[in-house]
T-cell receptor
Framework: RKEVEQDPGPFNVPEGATVAFNCTYS??????FFWYRQDCRKEPKLLMS???SGNEDGRFTAQLNRASQYISLLIRDSKLSDSATYLC????????????FGSGTRLLVRP | DGGITQSPKYLFRKEGQNVTLSCEQN?????MYWYRQDPGQGLRLIYY???????QKGDIAEGYSVSREKKESFPLTVTSAQKNPTAFYLC???????????FGPGTRLTVL
């Protein structure tokens, strides 16, 4: 079983749609969780950290469910510019320096 | 101009040659990392360094070497022992004890 699993997609949605991605992780002792965005042939960029209480940044909402060991990302009112690959990232149990990256979920927003 | 720089952006090498990828930062972060990304796969950690003159192997260190002589610089050498070096190489930084990592623009290495 992979340490961090994501549906590779692609998720193909119209502009204005709401789309949600889930990510599951295997290490119950993981402490830190993040969503990164990666555009084609570019470096990953931090989208948001995920806190136990959940957090929201504009159209983006992240939730953490420790009991079920999954993280979600909700994007409301999708824009064409949201088209990218979204990486779920989890810290290792024994070191906050090591992050485990999922393979990513690809989102395509069409006009 | 602040930030994380990687050079070159594209690199071609012949089989059997060693090549060194540059990573420089002027944001005063203590920790630096090297990852490799292959198509359709997640990032995999090659090496990381938490302080100057110290570094640790990541999950796929075989065929690679690093040095950390200065806080600002963490070069990666891809040696001829690396069996499949063609990949996208990404350098990242973080604050000591902080988890969030920030990436440079990457170097795309192709072995001919």
């Amino acid at each position: 079983r992979k340490e961090v699993e994501q549906d590779p997609g692609p998720f193909n949605v119209p502009e204005g749609a709401t789309v949600a991605f889930n990510c599951t992780y295997s290490n119950s002792a993981s402490q830190s969780f993040f969503w990164y965005r990666q555009d084609c042939r570019k470096e990953p960029k931090l989208l948001m950290s995920v806190y136990s209480s959940g957090n929201e940044d504009g159209r983006f909402t992240a939730q953490l469910n420790r009991a079920s060991q999954y993280i979600s990302l909700l994007i409301r009112d999708s824009k064409l510019s949201d088209s990218a690959t979204y990486l779920c990232v989890v810290s290792e149990m024994d070191s906050s320096y090591k992050l485990i990256f999922g393979s990513g979920t690809r989102l395509l927003v069409r006009p | 101009d602040g930030g994380i720089t990687q050079s070159p952006k594209y690199l071609f090498r012949k089989e059997g040659q060693n090549v060194t990828l540059s990573c420089e930062q002027n944001l005063n972060h203590d920790a630096m990392y090297w990852y490799r990304q292959d198509p359709g796969q997640g990032l995999r950690l090659i090496y990381y360094s938490q302080i100057v003159n110290d570094f640790q192997k990541g999950d796929i260190a075989e065929g690679y070497s690093v040095s950390r002589e200065k806080k600002e610089s963490f070069p990666l050498t891809v040696t001829s022992a690396q069996k499949n070096p063609t990949a996208f190489y990404l350098c990242a930084i973080s604050w000591t004890g902080g988890d969030e990592q920030f990436f440079g623009p990457g170097t795309r290495l192709t072995v001919l």
